[in-house]
């Protein structure tokens, strides 16, 4: 596509509950980040893929946040037993670059858990 | 630790009124200093990537400047339409993260 895909762009779930959230980024690009926004801050790291191997996930939160990228395209951020402390934007970027600091984002995933 | 901050958090000009946004920062070993742009609702936009003291970058209304403490954006006669978040990040040579500040929330009147 054009552009980094995310879907959904909305989500509202229960605590407690386990939430998928799918990114697509643009094609070819080997490289791909997942960012959390929350109101008022600076996007935050969670994880960086080169192609399908996670090369760093020192900004997971926590065991319940896991990320895959199996075919080194599309990657899927799957958050379980949701929190309130969770609700934020879900920022994925993808770059052509290895390691490189020119990433194109999506719109994100708004998450809010009730 | 790395760390950035930006300052200052808000700011209005009115329509031709320059002014300049600062982002300083700590960093072991700069890998990249890079500027963002994010409009209400979007993900964030690339700007500029500056590697070292002394670089600058230019695009249209805006120029960015690096030292070995800090980053500034200049915005030369802005227009409404340069109303937005422009974020700062830092990169480190030991990683691939980038690390955002908070930003600078810009609006031009008319």
């Known amino acids: 596509g054009a552009g980094v895909s995310q879907t959904p762009s909305n989500k509202v779930t229960e605590k407690g509950k386990y939430v998928e959230l799918r990114c697509d980024p643009i094609s070819g690009h080997t490289a791909l980040y997942w960012y959390r926004q929350s109101l008022g801050q600076g996007p935050e790291f969670l994880i960086y893929f080169q192609g399908t191997g996670a090369a760093d996930d020192s900004g997971l939160p926590n065991d319940r946040f896991f990320a895959v990228r199996p075919e080194g395209s599309v990657s899927t951020l799957k958050i379980q037993r949701t929190e309130r402390g969770d609700s934020a934007v879900y920022l994925c970027?993808?770059?052509?670059?290895?390691?490189?600091?020119?990433?194109?984002f999506g719109e994100g995933s708004r998450l809010t858990v009730l | 630790e790395d760390q950035v901050t930006q300052s200052p958090e808000a700011l209005r000009l009115q329509e031709g009124e320059s002014s300049s946004l600062n982002c300083s920062y700590t960093?072991?070993?700069?890998?990249?200093l890079f500027w963002y742009r994010q409009d209400p609702g979007k993900g964030p936009e690339f700007l500029f990537t500056?590697?070292?003291a002394g670089e600058e970058k230019e695009k249209e209304r805006l120029k960015a400047t690096l030292t070995k403490k800090e980053s500034f954006l200049h915005i030369t006669a802005p227009k409404p339409e340069d109303s937005a978040t422009y974020l700062c990040?830092?990169?480190?040579?030991?990683?691939?993260?980038?690390?955002f500040g908070k930003g600078t929330s810009l609006l031009v009147t008319p």
């Open positions: 970027a993808s770059s052509s670059l290895a390691g490189g600091g020119e990433l194109f």
């Open positions: 990040a830092v990169q480190a040579n030991s990683g691939y993260a980038l690390n």
């Open positions: 500056l590697y070292s």
């Open positions: 960093v072991s070993g700069l890998r990249g």
